[in-house]
């Protein structure tokens, strides 16, 4: 197949941020895309050929459109996976694959899959309902701290909640989920794996999550991560593991804790480009969008390594703003070295939606963590 | 103005592959835009918000799709200029000017204006018609070889030819036209300056432009310039100079000659993102053609620094082919490290014809240069 050719179509499920950044890299080798989202304000509307309106999870809406394209993707794992299966029979490239995908989907087939592949998790167990999870605890088979996770459409930080006392079960939705020992992390690490169907594997550099003190919410991804070389090594060998056990084409970022003892447990995986993978824009010699275009299309991947220092930091709405989204001291940020702003062009902003990412990138990573400081403070998303 | 809300508009006259290089960063910042061609096949159709037919010489097509944008801008310099004038007079932004673009669309122009400005260029006389040349000749006052160039719409190599003897003469076309001394070149150097309407400048490092030695024809444009720190230094300072002169707001380009003597002198300059600075998407802190957008929307300029030695070859036709393009080889060069290929999306090739440009990526210029050469020897752009 040449996906040069006049005749090639890239199927696109989701039209969000990610697509949109996905839909540059095609622009760059002029690669025919078809998009399916079900929102007319998709903000990757504007770059693809096509644009079709569509319930991701619906059959049809999503076995339809695929039938028109030669290779599909996805830019986020709520799809439904039934019709994946069908068009892959009916000889549609689907990447990563229903497979993957059905794995991933589901978090207590993940954890399973990673007990039996022996790949190093956090300790879990699985409830069909979240009203059984009481029952474990008056049994003696669960104790308190641990995480509860809902088994499907956590996404973004919705469906994990930490669990302290009783009275935080009773506002759980009483869905299929997972419960996992809290691990005391002293780093949470990501390493972003990809794979062509030729079986040509390449890892970014581990990154590293840094966590505000106090509000325990990330505040910063930094490439490479401050760790030492031989827990890095560790990070990327495991990453590589669970890269092999999928099988996966296309990008697996793999995030995974470093506990207090140094050891590295996998906490769960995204089979696309990631949150954890926006500063490579910059930073990298290949860009994550690029790379998966790659690894989809089985060609030769890119190189992983980092031109220089990258840090990103989320763009989300403050609190106590809804509404038309202004983007308050941008040319401020925009006049420090370095710094550049991805507004992903979603009109309106409510607390803590993603709106956008801005990239720090540097020779001297500890002088693009000092700017990445002053982005963080100066920068407001807030409405008219 | 806040050039991130969702009233403003953006317009760019000109559909072809700079426009959408620079469409590519509008989506970055979420900047709606609008295009004007006259090719319903233009490349930048599917990256813009809208999408105008029209021809860009006509008055009535510019001026009319002019009054619907807040800030107008050019990807080619043949537009109307006195619509363009007449926008600016209704307080539509135009940047660059009309009046710095009717000085360039002119060589004859152009060149009085570096004499004006004691901008140093290669010696010159100006004639309405290419007739009178030889009259010239023959009282003396001009010496073979001599390079003569049409006054008006040469561009990308077209309207340039080196005479050497009488005969050359008879072909040319009997227009508007300068005739330049042949300057025995060492070298021939670029520098890409930025300027914004508050005045803030900054400037690329000096490029080199490195010719095949027989064709004659440059195959490789070097970042950075493989020249004396003083005479990149010399270089710098005359292309701010001619800045400094058109006081333009936008990108300026200004092509030099380094020659025996490093004396610099300059060839000519283009308002707009440049061949010369397509490396810096891959090699740059800021690509040119978000440095053109944020000098447009009078934001604060981006670092010009390299984080890495770049290289970019022109992918043209093959001689011997015109037919709908296939990139014969481009998964081989897509092996090789730090190598992006860039794909402009005409469909139709014919001998020399920019159907795209490589760009090579590396810590060591050297080894870049190495690989570029490889690339250069691989890739052709033939037809079905």
New interface residues.
């Given amino acids: 197949m ?1 996906f ?3 005749t090639f179509k890239l199927g696109i499920l989701g039209g969000g941020q990610l697509g ?1 950044m996905l ?2 890299d095609t ?4 690669i025919y895309t078809s998009v399916l989202d079900s929102s007319n304000e998709a ?1 990757s509307k ?4 096509e644009f079709h309106l569509g319930d991701l999870m619906d059959y049809d809406a999503v076995y339809n459109f695929g039938k028109q394209v030669d290779v599909l993707t996805f830019e986020i794992e709520n799809v439904n996976v039934n019709a994946l299966e069908a068009l892959e029979k009916e000889g549609v490239k689907v990447y990563p694959s229903s497979k993957t995908l059905k794995t991933i989907q589901n978090k207590g087939k993940q954890k399973l899959f990673y007990r039996d592949h022996d790949i190093p998790t956090a300790e879990f167990s699985r409830f069909a309902y979240a009203s059984e999870i009481l029952d474990a605890i008056n049994n003696g088979g669960l104790k308190f701290p641990f995480v509860w996770k809902s088994a499907q459409f956590g996404y973004d930080g919705n469906g994990v909640k930490i669990i302290r006392t009783e009275s935080d079960l009773k506002d759980l939705p009483n869905v299929e989920c997972i419960t996992e020992e809290m691990i005391p992390f002293k780093n949470e690490l990501a390493v972003i794996v990809a794979r062509n169907s030729n079986g040509e594997v390449a890892t970014y550099p581990v990154v590293e999550m840094e966590f505000h003190p106090e509000a325990n919410q990330v505040e910063y991804v930094i490439c490479p991560a401050r760790i030492d070389k031989k827990v890095a090594e560790k990070a990327t060998g495991i990453a590589l593991k669970v890269s092999q056990a999928f099988n996966h084409v296309g990008l697996l970022a793999v995030e995974m804790f470093q506990t207090k003892d140094d050891e590295i447990l996998v906490n769960e995986v995204a089979p696309r480009p990631h949150n954890s993978g926006h500063h490579t824009i ?1 930073s990298s ?2 860009s994550q969008f ?1 790379q998966h275009l ?1 690894a989809i299309l089985n ?2 991947l ?2 992983t390594d980092s ?2 220092g990258g840090i990103m930091v989320n763009l989300v709405g403050a609190e106590g703003y809804t509404g ?1 989204v ?2 308050k001291n ?2 401020d940020i ?2 420090m ?2 710094v ?6 979603k ?1 309106q902003t409510r607390p803590f939606r993603k709106m956008g990412h801005v990239t720090i ?1 540097n ?1 001297d990573l500890n002088e693009a963590r000092r700017i990445a400081e002053e982005v963080k403070n100066t920068i407001k998303v807030i409405c008219e």
């Avoid at 622009?27 to 002029?30: E, L, P, V």
């Avoid at 550049?340 to 062009?345: D, R, S």
């Fill in positions: 040449n040069f050719s006049s949109k839909l540059y622009r760059k080798f002029d903000p504007v770059a693809c050929n910059e010699y290949t690029e790659r060609l030769p890119g190189k031109k220089v038309n202004v983007y941008i040319e925009m006049k070295p370095g550049t702003p991805h507004i992903y062009g009109k990138v020779e």
